[in-house]
T-cell receptor, first 112, second 116 residues
Framework: KNQVEQSPQSLIILEGKNCTLQ??????????LRWYKQDTGRGPVSLTI?????NTKSNGRYTATLDADTKQSSLHITASQLSDSASYIC???????????FGAGTRLTVKP | NAGVTQTPKFQVLKTGQSMTLQCAQD?????MYWYRQDPGMGLRLIYY???????DKGEVPNGYNVSRLNKREFSLRLESAAPSQTSVYFC???????????????FGPGTRLTVL
């Protein structure tokens, strides 16, 4: 079973709407949790990073939250744009060996 | 700065053929990584090099070899390709191995490999 599970697998929204993507993880202990954006045919690019003691981190219209007690994180996208169409990947770094565990991603499509 | 570059972008191989995927970074990073990305799965670490002159196995090393040629370059070799190695391969680099808030991995554009 994957140690990082993301939902939904895919999502379609209209331009200008908000959306929230979910990440549940079992990695423990962990040192930080990142959200990456991956455009089609490109490598992932970091959006946010939170340590285990942080609850929220923003990057423009992207806001990530972390609840270390329930082992859940979310990425909220405000006022979506066509350029937000991409896969969003949740990544948890293991505390003991620095290995990163990647979720399978949520494929977001923003339609005009 | 080009960041992390990978060649080739696409490759088709027949079962049993060999090939080397090339990766280079111009950020003077110490650590470099090779991942594979398969549909419905997260990226998985194949091998990494924490610093020049060292290499270590990751989560899925079987069927692969790597060479840290110098600080800039890290290559991945498939000695005898198998259909199970059909995947998208990403190279990444970071200033150091420890993944902290101030140290992130930068990814290349990927190589799409198909093994028939």
């Amino acid at each position: 079973k994957n140690q990082v599970e993301q939902s939904p697998q895919s999502l379609i929204i209209l331009e200008g709407k908000n959306c929230t993507l979910q990440c549940n993880y079992t990695v423990s202990p962990f040192s930080n949790l990142r959200w990456y954006k991956q455009d089609t045919g490109r490598g992932p690019v970091s959006l946010t990073i939170m340590t285990f003691s942080e609850n929220t981190k923003s990057n423009g219209r992207y806001t990530a939250t972390l609840d270390a007690d329930t082992k859940q994180s979310s990425l909220h996208i405000t006022a979506s744009q066509l350029s937000d169409s991409a896969s969003y990947i949740c990544v948890v770094t293991m505390y003991n060996n620095n290995d990163m565990r990647f979720g399978a991603g949520t494929r977001l499509t923003v339609k005009p | 700065n080009a960041g992390v570059t990978q060649t080739p972008k696409f490759q088709v191989l027949k079962t049993g053929q060999s090939m080397t995927l090339q990766c280079a970074q111009d950020m003077n990073h110490n650590s470099m990584y090779w991942y594979r990305q398969d549909p419905g799965m997260g990226l998985r670490l194949i091998y990494y090099s924490a610093s020049e002159g060292t290499t270590d196995k990751g989560e899925v090393p079987n069927g692969y070899n790597v060479s840290r040629l110098n600080k800039r370059e890290f290559s991945l070799r498939l000695e005898s390709a198998a259909p199970s190695q059909t995947s998208v391969y990403f190279c990444a680099s970071s200033e150091r191995r420890q993944m902290s808030s101030y140290n992130e991995q930068f990814f290349g554009p990927g190589t799409r490999l198909t093994v028939l």
